[in-house]
């Protein structure tokens, strides 16, 4: 057995990751470390709390006495670092947090790493050769585009939130582990996600949980802001290979090709809960527009050519059929917590 510690386990990307990863790999024992926070849930990670080859830890990524603990106490050979916090709103009324726990914690669970699995600078102890550290994180680390183009891994970092001031610092300290310390590191930007299990503080849910409250969905500014939609499954494929089989020190990006405005999500969500959830008239006459989000980045798009070209990832879920699972998922899920 191998034991991996992925931290933020119980959150939206982290828990969906832990399902995937436990039924594709018998042979590994999996570590969750999370906080606990607001955004983490252990609803998320009901169907294998009873699961032999998993382990929930609550706790700090910057706790580094636990972080040792937990290197020694299940030989840890390997670290998916989900953990972080994420929503752009928060980072902007208190920004200490996030660059205490996407800086700081980052940095705490690579320091570990390398003196667990190191002896020194290019030095690996015997049978810690192929440890991997895979760092998740944005496409917002790339700031904003304008109509044309999309990032790659060689887009200059101009990161224009806290929270994505926050994930690019994070990198650059795993960038650094790699180019000091020779340590064997892969960094993956991925493009907005959605699917199930997703914190309701989030656009897809805020529209679908609104909706059906009968609610205002508020849409930042004119709505126009575009991102690139990725369903979590296809992400979690994409963090395999990466993990696997991605090239040391090297970066990737995770997108989907799939841009759509801000509106036009909330649109098309209004339409299939006509279908499925019918009222009296559209919930898109619920689409109220608010004051525009502080520094609210017009458009991200993802070029992922080189996780194609390199290792042969590209999506598999069409968002059409995506975004009308994630609906019904989420009628199912409020309609037992409402």
Not at 82 to 108: C, R, Y
Not at 133 to 139: A, E, M, P, W
Not at 202 to 224: C, F, M, Q, V, W
């Amino acid at each position: 057995m191998k034991a991996l510690l992925i931290t933020g386990g119980l959150g939206f990307i982290g828990s969906n990751l832990l399902i995937y990863l436990l039924t594709k790999y018998p042979n590994y024992v999996l570590i969750n470390l999370d906080k606990l926070t607001y955004a983490g849930s252990l609803n998320n990670v009901k169907d294998i709390v009873q699961h032999p080859r998993y382990k929930f830890i609550q706790g700090d990524i910057c706790n580094r006495e636990l972080v040792q603990y937990i290197f020694v106490e299940y030989d840890i050979r390997g670290v998916i670092n989900l953990a972080a916090e994420t929503h752009v709103d928060n980072s902007i009324k208190q920004p200490d947090v996030f660059l205490q726990t996407n800086v700081l914690g980052t940095f705490t669970l690579l320091d570990t790493a390398y003196k667990y699995w190191m002896v020194s600078p290019s030095n690996y102890k015997s049978s810690y050769e192929n440890c991997m550290f895979h760092h998740i994180s944005t496409d917002e680390v790339y700031g904003s585009l304008g109509e044309t183009g999309a990032f790659s891994e060689t887009t200059p970092y101009a990161p224009n939130s806290p929270y994505s001031a926050s994930k690019a610092s994070s990198d650059m300290v795993v960038r650094s582990y790699y180019h000091t310390y020779a340590m064997n590191t892969v960094i993956t930007n991925c493009s907005n996600n959605y699917g199930p299990k997703q914190h309701d503080e989030k656009l897809i849910p805020t529209i679908i949980r609104n909706a059906l409250l009968g609610s205002t969905i508020p849409i930042y500014g004119d709505g126009s802001n575009i991102r690139d939609w990725l369903h979590v499954n296809d992400h979690c494929e994409a963090i395999d290979l990466v993990f696997h089989c991605g090239k040391k020190g090297s970066t990737y990006n995770v997108g989907s090709d799939n841009e759509q405005t801000n509106l036009e999500i909330a649109q098309v969500i209004c339409a299939i809960l006509d279908e499925m959830s019918p009222k009296n008239i559209s919930y898109s006459k619920l689409i109220e527009y608010v004051e525009d989000r502080a520094g609210h980045d017009k458009r991200y798009a993802v070029d992922a050519s080189k996780i194609d070209n390199e290792l042969g990832w590209s999506p598999n879920k069409e968002f059409e059929i995506g975004i009308r699972e994630t609906v019904d998922w989420y009628l199912k899920y409020y309609k037992n917590k409402y």
